[in-house]
């Protein structure tokens, strides 16, 4: 008789202690802090902060080391988290013109007022291996005075001044989206789109916005600005009637300047493409401004004929926790369905041998 | 018991929500009901939108059994059981006639449901016109104008290409006489079960935020042609523990030269039958 495999409860139980153990790696080594990745893999918990949708840099850095730097499993326990804990309300509007600035540029003007600031990046570093970080040594120095700036007017402002790009169109009367609230439904508003780019996969997005520099949906992008620092977070207590700061939080923002328009009505002026990223995501920023940009082609009347145009085929595959799960579900059995479909190729192959016999 | 979390996991809110959409697929069978479908600890498509749905209508006096691929000792069916074992503390079993809840993934139970029991389905993709129309604008559309047309197309085609109808499992179903529906990837064994079942049936898609629901005693219709009617897999061999002859049959391959043996899908009806006690369909 046969031994059936027995996905027993013991069987998992080692499996994750057996994973466990894997990622605390040999104890001769001195273990991870979360201290050491919050300050030192900044970058990473940025990227589990805005696709996990939460600003925690502690649980962002406790999230990555309880996933063994597995970005995408990071996020996903920021998510499953995320969505247990009560909900307040929601902050006012976050002011990124009165951002403290740590870095700012802008590649349509070549000075701006107020002035560029690199600030901390990798821009123009030669990636070569530094053997010297294989070794501990002294802290690196901070140059000088490396303090932040702000508030500084934004360019896309200044452009806004003279009539040259669109307003940007401030609503207030009809209530912003939620979609962790309510359920997607097509076609989805800007601000639904905002929220779903916002959390969508870095990977996914930056493939995307690749895409509509290379002809598949093309809408001519300048970044009119890029901008990271702080912002401080409002709520307004109802029962109190004004607004209170809570916090800040660090964001990088990107505003594309793209293809102009113009009408009988209106003189052609240059469009939008918005991406706003928790802490220094800028390649997440700006990749999602290009997607936003491409996906607003129904609002500007454009032909919708590439992937990065169609708001549902981008934002239904957008989210890596949906897609990383529902890849990997191909791991589960599958027994009773290829069961079913051995039967049809069976009878299938047999109807056709029959045939052959017969002729 | 899990500290730090509500009963069953998800927070009253939610539940209320969640029943709430599963109140209206009730109201109108077959009906993909949107609802805002929350992150669940468990990865989407491993059963999030029944779990969800079990979350929501879970009691304390609730016996839970909870099968894949008809087993209970799958390796995702004793996690989910786990994982309500731990959140809900409720008792649970392999004993399909003693669970008042049953979720399951890819199939049911052979022996027959009774009236009382709820079945709850993990759906990884709900809309049965999905491989044929990509676009849910489309889809709703179709939908709301009962226009099946395409569907009804794919199951002619089949047949002038190869002579029958080739979908294996997830065969499309016309509920109440109204709305196509998925029956989520069980095999077509088992789309006869599904028809006026005493039970009710609800099936919960997390990742597309669905829910749909078939009351009790309520028609489910697998689609066919009155010169091809709907079929059902046939095995030439009894299963090799039980004998049972009308059951849905894993097979595996016991050995390098490819020999075959066939045993019962469904554990609890394996188990059962070997025991002696009945369990007869």
């Excluded at chain 1, 169609?310 to 589960?332: P, R, T, W």
């Excluded at chain 2, 199951?155 to 029956?183: C, K, Q």
Aim: hydrophobic share 40%; proline share 6%; glycine share 8%.
């Amino acid at each position: 008789m046969y031994v059936a495999v027995k996905g027993g409860e013991a069987a998992i139980d080692a499996a994750h202690a057996l994973n466990a153990s894997d990622r605390r790696g040999d104890p001769a080594t001195p273990e991870l802090t979360v201290d050491q990745i919050e300050r030192q893999l900044g970058l990473a918990v940025d990227r589990v902060m805005a696709e996990g949708a939460l600003y925690d840099r502690r649980l962002a850095a406790l999230a990555i080391k309880q996933a063994a730097g597995d970005l995408v499993e990071a996020i996903f326990l920021i998510r499953a988290y995320r969505t247990t804990l009560p909900r307040f309300g929601a902050s006012e509007p976050v002011s990124t013109a009165a951002m403290q600035i740590a870095r700012r540029i802008s590649a349509i003007f070549k000075d701006v007022p107020g002035g560029q600031f690199l600030g901390p990046t990798f821009d123009y570093t030669h990636r070569l291996l530094d053997f010297s970080l294989e070794g501990e040594g002294a802290a690196p120095e901070a140059p000088g005075a490396t303090t932040t700036v702000g508030p500084l007017i934004p360019v896309t402002t200044l452009l806004q001044q003279d009539g040259l790009i669109e307003g940007e169109r401030p609503d207030d009367a009809t209530p912003v989206g939620d979609i962790t609230r309510t359920p997607p439904t097509y076609p989805a508003e800007r601000d639904v789109r905002l929220q779903a780019l916002a959390r969508g996969d870095e990977g996914f997005l930056l493939g995307l916005a690749y895409s509509t520099q290379r002809g598949y949906g093309r809408n001519h992008p300048f970044a009119g600005e890029i901008r990271h620092g702080s912002v401080e977070v409002e709520i307004a207590p109802p029962e109190l009637g004004f607004a209170i700061t809570i916090g800040e939080v660090e964001l990088t923002e990107c505003q594309m300047v793209n293809q102009f328009k113009g009408s009988a009505e209106q003189p052609p002026q240059f469009t939008r493409g918005y991406g706003l990223a928790f802490g220094r995501g800028e390649r997440k920023a700006m990749a999602m401004a290009l997607v936003e940009r491409a996906l607003r082609a129904r609002e500007l009347d454009e032909a919708v004929t590439a992937p990065a145009q169609d708001e549902e085929f981008v934002l239904s595959h957008a989210d890596n926790v949906e897609a990383s799960g529902f890849v990997q579900h191909l791991k589960l059995p599958h027994y009773v369905d290829f069961q079913a479909e051995l039967d049809v190729v069976r009878r299938l192959r047999d109807e056709i041998e029959a045939k052959k016999a017969a002729e | 018991m899990s500290k730090g979390y509500n009963f069953a996991y998800l927070d009253e809110q939610s539940k209320r929500m969640i029943r709430r959409a599963v109140l209206k697929a009730v109201a109108v069978p077959g009906y993909q009901v949107p609802f805002a479908g929350r992150e669940m600890p468990l990865p989407y498509g491993w059963g999030t939108g029944g779990i969800q749905v079990t979350a929501s209508i879970i009691g304390r006096d609730d016996v839970l059994k909870v099968i894949d691929q008809g087993a209970d000792d799958t390796t995702n069916a004793v996690s989910i059981r786990k994982f309500f074992a731990r959140t809900a503390g409720v008792r649970t079993t392999t004993r399909t006639p003693e669970a008042s809840l049953i979720q399951t993934r890819h199939r049911i139970p052979e022996t027959q449901l009774k009236a009382g029991q709820i079945i709850v389905f993990q759906v990884p993709i709900p809309e049965p016109l999905r491989w044929l129309e990509p676009r849910e604008t489309a889809t709703r559309r179709m939908h709301a104008l009962g226009d099946y047309g395409a569907m009804h197309l794919k199951l002619y085609e089949d047949i002038a290409r190869y002579g029958r109808v080739t979908t294996a499992y997830d065969f499309p179903t016309l509920v109440n006489g109204r709305y196509l529906m998925s029956p989520s990837p069980i095999p077509r064994l088992d789309n006869p079960k599904l028809d006026r079942s005493p039970a009710l049936q609800l099936f919960g898609a997390g990742r597309e935020k669905r829910i749909y629901a078939v009351p009790p005693h309520t028609t489910v219709k697998s689609l066919d042609f009155e010169d091809h009617p709907f079929t059902t897999e046939r095995w030439a061999q009894h299963c090799a523990r039980c004998g049972a002859g009308d059951s849905y049959l894993d097979e595996l391959v016991i050995d390098d030269r490819g020999t075959r043996r066939f045993v019962c899908s469904d554990t609890d009806y394996c188990d059962t039958r070997l025991a002696g006690t009945g369990g007869a369909r």
